[in-house]
T-cell receptor, first 116, second 118 residues
C-alpha cells in the first residue's frame, strides 16, 4: 500500500480565517513533506519533517505553520493567507529523509486551496 | 548546481502512437537518483520509476520504457501505443546522494503536458 491521504480535497477560505490541512500515511515512512504547486508549474518544496522533527523550512512565510503530531500525521496550519497563496498543496512521504537507498516520495492527492 | 530540463512543454498525439518525453539533467554528484512522476488532471503525483545513477540498464514496464544514458545526462521516457488515459503532465526529477539543505531535495523539471486524442 503506497497511499498518502489528504483532507480536505478543496478548501475556500477568507484572508482572516484559520484552517488546517491534514495528511496521513501508514507506510511507516519517517520523512514527510509539504509542497505547494501553482498552475502549470512543478511542485515547490515548503517543509520537510524527518523523524517527526522539522528539518527543512524553505523560507516559507510564517502564515504557514507545519506540525507533525506523530510519525503518520502531518498538518499544515493556515492563518491570514493572501490570495496569491491559492494553489494545490501536496503532501508526500518517503521511507527515510536521506538520499540513500530506496527513497522515492509518494504523494497524496492534494488540497486545492482558494483564498478569497 | 542541480537542474532538470524538460524541453517539451506540450505534446499532442493520436491514440496508439508512440511518444517519447525527454529529460536532461545536470548534477555534480557522482551518486544520484532520477524519477518520473505522472500528474493526471485530478492532481495527484503518481510515482512511475526511480533510477540510480550506477544502474544504466534500461527498463520496460508494460507500455512504458525508460532510456537512461549517463553519457548524455538524459533519462527519456517512452510510451508505446499511447492511450487517452495517458493524458497527464509528466515530471522528471533528480535527487542528489547527500541529504542536507537543498541538495537532498527533489529537483523537478517544468513538466511535459501530454495530450492523447482518440
Amino acid at each position: 500500500d503506497t497511499e498518502v491521504t489528504q483532507t480536505p480535497k478543496h478548501l475556500v477560505m477568507g484572508m482572516t480565517n484559520k484552517k488546517s490541512l491534514k495528511c496521513e500515511q501508514h507506510m511507516g515512512h519517517r520523512a514527510m513533506y509539504w509542497y505547494k504547486q501553482k498552475a502549470k508549474k512543478p511542485p515547490e518544496l515548503m517543509f520537510v519533517y524527518s523523524y517527526e522533527k522539522l528539518s527543512i523550512n524553505e523560507s516559507v512565510p510564517s502564515r504557514f505553520s507545519p506540525e507533525c503530531p506523530n510519525s503518520s500525521l502531518l498538518n499544515l496550519h493556515l492563518h491570514a493567507l493572501q490570495p496569491e497563496d491559492s494553489a494545490l498543496y501536496l503532501c508526500a512521504s518517503s521511507r527515510t529523509p536521506d538520499g540513500t537507498g530506496v527513497n522515492e516520495q509518494y504523494f497524496g492527492p492534494g488540497t486545492r486551496l482558494t483564498v478569497t | 548546481a542541480q537542474k532538470v530540463t524538460q524541453a517539451q512543454t506540450e505534446i499532442s498525439v493520436v491514440e496508439k502512437e508512440d511518444v517519447t518525453l525527454d529529460c536532461v539533467y545536470e548534477t555534480r554528484d557522482t551518486t544520484y537518483y532520477l524519477f518520473w512522476y505522472k500528474q493526471p488532471p485530478s492532481g495527484e503525483l503518481v510515482f512511475l520509476i526511480r533510477r540510480n545513477s550506477f544502474d544504466e540498464q534500461n527498463e520496460i514496464s508494460g507500455r512504458y520504457s525508460w532510456n537512461f544514458q549517463k553519457s548524455t545526462s538524459s533519462f527519456n521516457f517512452t510510451i508505446t501505443a499511447s492511450q487517452v488515459v495517458d493524458s497527464a503532465v509528466y515530471f522528471c526529477a533528480l535527487r542528489g546522494r547527500n541529504y542536507g539543505g537543498s541538495q537532498g531535495n527533489l529537483i523537478f523539471g517544468k513538466g511535459t503536458k501530454l495530450s492523447v486524442k482518440p
